[in-house]
């Protein structure tokens, strides 16, 4: 067991680096997505107060814009299929497994990063304690860099998907929310006589 312990150490840093320097890239992607955000976010709000007073003939010219966020797609297939009580559903959710999927590439360094990281401090501390019961600091030292090395990456690669994740359910939580409006909205233009 100690051999097969030791001999995972060199893919748990490996692994541990693989989710570290993707985590960093998630970030980078995440600031760019953050600040397009900001300005769909405005042209999101200004359809839904045209949808509140025009109704759904607000979303008309949506699809024939410049490139669409995926929010904003789903909000022109809404107004396409508007006549389809079953379709709007299935738009909906399709939007929701969309977005579950990109949040799955978030939640793999998020929870991956820690795991790892711990491992990688369990591993060395054995050779680690060896070291120290022998005398041999040097040994002992060499160890204890690679057990805080692999515990701080781990953690900062946690936090650096912990934060991403938890800001981009919420965008997810408010555009469900909105998407449901506008079906609802939907809803009631077809039941009107």
Known sequence: MFWI???LLVPVVLGLL????KSLLQGGSFFTLWLYRGREERRALALLADVE????????????????TPFLE????????RDDPAM????ISEYELRVDGELGRVRLP?????ILGLMGTLIPMGPALVGL?????GSMAYN?????????LGLLTGAIGYVILQVRQRWLGFDLTRLDYVAEVVASKRQAP
């Open 5 to 7: 312990s030791n001999g």
């Open 18 to 21: 693989f989710f570290f320097f």
């Open 53 to 68: 007073r025009e109704g759904v003939s607000a979303l008309s010219g949506l699809s024939d814009d410049r490139p669409l």
């Open 74 to 81: 789903t909000l022109a297939e809404l107004h396409e299929r």
């Open 88 to 91: 709007i559903s299935r738009v």
């Open 110 to 114: 998020a929870k991956f990063g820690p």
């Open 133 to 137: 019961s022998t005398g041999d600091i």
């Open 144 to 152: 204890m860099q690679i057990v805080f090395a692999t515990t701080v």
